[in-house]
């Protein structure tokens, strides 16, 4: 076995620059993005797919399609256990649940003890929560990531999607996509 | 005056790092050999000028020099000594003034012992020591003056962020640092051999003591890293594979990798452009990883440390080190020879097998880290997290693990497999067996920690094997090193497999008096009481806790209230007994008026820690043996110039 460095000069050689170059392109893109973090989602205005969940932990009954239909608007929140910036968001959503928000959950891919820990740990918002080991629900409703939060009427339609951690500077407009739901 | 002082020392240090710079170049060039008398002393004072700088700061903190704006936004009078000097370096200023600090003075060091290297290689490697120092020169004095003076002094400082007033924490960051910029020596010695394309066993040997005591100092961090968020943060887990945490992951991958390789080119001259390669990527995981940590491209929960103006200049500093560093590797590279070679089975080979390994960790862990930056740029937000880090990184681990048991039996150059074959069934017949154990006693467990359990007690055996058939108080102090460093991985392996497996957890909603029970633990609430510290006031419950039936022991779990500046932190409370740990935390009132309470059961937990000590240790003892191996060296050196010229002399 010889050297895994190459023996002749060649395009290898460079590669490790070649790699260089893109982690910075990519960096610089990532400092001046702009700081708007609100994307149109495709699937704003459409109705949620169907679907039922099993529950995620004892306490909170699972989540169903139906349960969109009761007249009334809703936060419907990705989460998971293990993804930290859902823990950053947990006092705006303990807060927004204090207002008398509905907030319904979907646990993904994560393991009921986990869920029940992370509640534990952050305190638990959510009316319902479904389990979504294989993130089809998340994929239906337009969601990529974690955390993700939709406002959907009282119809069942998505109305607003909020993607990242809802941070504090963020309520205001939830808030106020939640109003335009009630209409 | 103390301000002023350590201000003008700092200035007149960039100073001298320029000319070390200009003198190292110009020594460099045909003609320029006047000024290389000069290097090495500027190197030294440098050094010296740099500490004073990092001493007067250290005083300042301790006076709580509320004139000073550092201090006054950081520290208080109030404060307890201990977090008035570990102030110094836990903000943004402190903490550059110390990566410049170490920089320095290890720059000095090396100018000081380093006799063995060839002078122009080491002449380039201190004028690239003092290029990358500049850099950071230019970032404290243009942007981030430590020393800067209020127009009035404040009435009372800011205070230090409450998640920061831990002992732990206190000393965390340093020792990481300390391990960043001693890879900034190695990175030196690479660019200095690279350009006078020395590339050779000297090298190697001049650039390992620096790559190991790094090394040492990574691995401390990183555990001692593990242990605070373990019992801080209040979650119960020991690793998050947070950017933070990665970003701290991913030097010492690169810096274990070095490590093997440069024990390969040090005593077979194999893996030349290897090692250099890794040279340089080791520091530049550093740097990436104070970029991510500073810059706050990716949410983590060390939000602490983020301003994105400073991440701007830790980036450009990277361009110009690591772009420089890569496409002189690129230019360079093609000069440098093939080392020697060797057969697939050999000691080279599985050390080339343990190096793409941890390179494929350390690609897997900068790629999952990277990943939410890199779909956000087409358009969606994604998070990371275990589902991915754990399985994909065990794909690389435990093959490597399993390697690590067989390798450092191999002879150097080519062995017969034959040869060992009896010695290695012993531990694979352990794994067999251990296998077989878990699967019978604890069906339910699942598919990594059972892995993780049979490896572990495999390598924590044939670690040992080494050691046979040597006359054990000969045995040189670095194969001691490597044994105790190689077991270390095995026990903290085996904590890490036990927590995952056997952990068991309870949550309750108790009452004072109430009883609960949490793995063979029996849990009483005995009181909830309010207590005050120095800066903090706190909720304070007393658990009397039982183990099967035997002498409680009581703990106190606290939810604490900072004061100065406001903020909350859960205090956990642990009991360590020999075989696993008592993790209890206190929650909120409910409610109903109870108390939320959290315990776990997580057996064998502590070898985790421990483990990652004793890799660190024998880390310590490698670089011991080595360093006491080259003094010696030295001294028949000297005696037999000396003898030499007694001898012209007597001629």
């Known amino acids: 076995m010889s050297e895994p460095a190459p023996k002749r000069p060649g395009l290898a050689i460079w590669l490790p620059l070649i790699l260089f170059g893109a982690f910075f392109a990519l960096v610089i893109w990532g400092l001046v993005r702009p700081a708007d973090r609100e994307v149109a989602s495709a699937f704003i205005g459409k109705p949620l797919p169907s679907f039922a969940l099993e529950a995620a932990v004892e306490d909170r009954p699972g989540l169903a399609t139906a349960d969109f239909k009761a007249g009334k608007p809703k936060l419907l929140n990705v989460f998971a256990s293990w993804c930290v910036p859902c823990a950053i968001e947990s006092p705006q959503l303990a807060a927004l649940a204090k207002q008398g928000v509905e907030i319904d959950g979907v646990a993904i891919r994560d393991r009921r003890e986990d869920v029940a820990r992370f509640l534990a740990t952050n305190g638990n918002p959510f009316a319902r929560i479904g389990k979504d080991d294989l993130s089809q629900v998340q994929l239906a409703i337009g969601s990529s990531g974690v955390p993700e939060t939709f406002v959907i009427d009282g119809k069942g339609v998505i109305r607003y999607q909020h993607i990242g951690e809802i941070r504090e500077e963020d309520m205001s407009l939830i808030l106020e996509k939640l109003k335009e739901a009630e209409s | ?651």
């Open chain 2, 1 to 651: 005056m103390i301000a002023e002082i350590g201000l003008a020392v700092l200035w007149m240090a960039a100073a001298l790092a320029l000319l070390q710079l200009f003198a190292g170049i110009s020594a460099l060039r045909p003609g320029g050999k006047v000024l290389a008398g000069v290097v090495r002393p500027l190197a030294v004072m440098q050094g010296a000028l740099v500490a004073v700088s990092f001493l007067a700061l250290i005083d300042l903190f301790l006076e709580t020099d509320l004139s000073v704006k550092l201090v006054a936004a950081n520290s208080h009078s109030m404060k307890p000594f201990i977090f008035k000097l570990a102030g110094t370096w836990g903000n943004h200023e402190g903490s550059m003034l110390l990566w410049v600090t170490i920089m320095a003075v290890s720059g000095g060091i090396v100018a000081l012992v380093e006799k063995r290297l060839r002078e122009d290689t080491l002449i380039a490697t201190l004028a690239g020591q003092a290029f990358v120092s500049l850099g950071f020169y230019a970032f404290l004095l243009l942007s981030s003056n430590p020393f800067e003076r209020l127009p009035e002094p404040a009435p009372d400082g800011m205070g230090l962020n409450p998640l920061l007033q831990d002992i732990g924490l206190a000393f965390h960051p340093p020792t990481l640092y300390v391990g960043y910029v001693g890879l900034s020596v190695a990175f030196s010695f690479a660019i200095g051999a690279l350009v006078t394309r020395d590339v050779g066993p000297a090298f190697a040997r001049a650039m390992r003591p620096w790559v190991l005591g790094a090394w040492i100092f990574l691995t401390i961090g990183i555990t001692a890293g593990s242990y605070w968020a373990y019992y801080t943060l209040g979650w119960g887990g020991w690793w998050f594979w947070d950017p933070v945490e990665n970003a701290s992951l991913m030097p010492w991958l690169a810096a274990t990798a070095l490590l093997h390789s440069v024990s390969v080119l040090a005593s077979r001259n194999a893996l030349r452009a290897w090692t250099v390669m890794l040279g340089v990527i080791a520091f530049s995981m550093s740097m990436v990883g104070t970029f991510l940590v500073r810059s706050g491209i990716l949410t983590s929960v060390h939000a602490f440390a983020v301003d994105p103006e400073r991440g701007s200049f830790i980036l450009a500093l990277l361009a110009i080190y690591i772009g420089g560093a890569l496409a002189l590797f690129g230019i360079r590279a093609s000069t440098v020879t093939e080392g020697e070679r060797f057969s697939p089975v050999s000691r080279e080979a599985s050390l080339v097998f343990n190096n793409v390994m941890l390179c494929g960790i350390l690609g897997i862990v900068l790629l999952g880290t990277l990943y939410p930056l890199l779909t956000e740029a087409f358009g969606a937000k994604v998070s990371v997290g275990p589902p991915y880090f754990n399985p994909v990184s065990a794909i690389f681990a435990i093959p490597m693990m399993m390697v690590m048991t067989v390798g450092p039996l191999l002879r150097w150059r080519k062995d017969n497999p034959g040869r060992i074959t009896a010695t290695v069934a012993v531990p694979a017949l352990l794994a067999a067996l251990a296998l077989l154990a878990v699967v019978v006693f604890a069906p339910g467990i699942r598919l990594l920690p059972m892995l993780g359990i049979a490896v572990g007690i495999a390598l924590a055996v044939a670690s040992w094997f080494p050691l046979r058939g040597r006359n054990l108080r000969r045995t040189p102090i670095n194969v001691w090193g490597m044994v105790i460093s190689h077991f270390g991985i095995a026990v903290a392996l085996l904590g890490a497999a036990s927590e995952s497996a056997f952990s068991t957890e309870r949550l309750a909603a108790m009452n004072v008096g109430d009883v609960q029970s949490v793995g063979p633990i029996e849990l009483k609430l005995l009181s909830i009481e309010p207590v005050a510290g120095p800066n903090w006031t706190a909720l304070e419950a007393t658990v009397s806790a039982s183990y099967k039936g035997g002498e409680p022991v009581t703990l106190h779990p606290q939810a604490r209230t900072f004061s100065s500046p406001p903020g909350e932190r859960t205090e956990s409370a642990l009991h360590t007994r020999w075989n696993g740990q008592l993790y209890a935390v206190l929650g909120n009132e409910g409610e109903d008026g109870r108390w939320q309470m959290r315990f776990w059961w997580k057996p064998f937990v502590p070898l985790l820690w421990l483990g990652g000590l004793l890799v660190a240790f024998g880390g310590l003892l490698a670089l011991l043996g080595r360093v006491a191996k080259d003094i010696k060296r030295l001294r028949v050196f000297d005696k037999l110039a000396y003898r030499k010229s007694r001898l012209e002399q007597l001629k």
